[in-house]
């Protein structure tokens, strides 16, 4: 089920070390974080990279328990799938030539940035757009 989700959000695949680099820094923010809610979020990145590992063909061993993964994926598909539709739909109104395909945070605007450019949107635009979105999107974590 978790890879016909992430076939859905058909997001880019990387290499093994792309993924193993990622657990890494996901499993940092989430030793690093003390409230609730937070954490709980950031364990949901943590299930995100290793089942997007799995989903590249790649053997990503989970670092949790088997109830931490079920905890995970329940915080994981909500916000997942809220942020691809909502990079989706900032897209179309940007006029990107492509469907956008992304799932990072919304209210980083560095991160805006780089998926602008990524999609060959003006930076400042779609930076504008998605906070606009964000008004409207409130539970985008």
Excluded at 32 to 57: H, I
Excluded at 82 to 102: D, I, P, Q, T, Y
Aim: charged residues 30%.
């Amino acid at each position: 089920m978790l890879n016909t989700w992430h076939g859905w959000l058909k997001m880019e695949k990387f290499d093994k070390k792309w993924h193993e680099d990622d657990l890494a820094d996901e499993l940092a923010e989430y030793y690093e974080e003390t409230k609730l809610v937070k954490k709980w979020s950031e364990l949901s990145d943590v299930v995100y990279t290793c089942t997007r590992g799995r989903w590249g063909g790649f053997d990503i061993a989970f670092p949790f328990s088997r109830w931490q993964f079920a905890l995970g994926v329940v915080y994981m598909v909500p916000k997942y799938s809220g942020r691809w539709l909502f990079f989706r739909s900032a897209g179309r109104k940007a006029g990107a030539s492509r469907e956008v395909h992304e799932v990072r945070n919304p209210k980083k605007t560095h991160k805006l940035h780089t998926i602008a450019e990524k999609y060959n949107i003006g930076p400042k635009h779609f930076q504008e757009i998605c906070e606009k979105q964000l008004k409207y999107w409130l539970l985008l974590l």
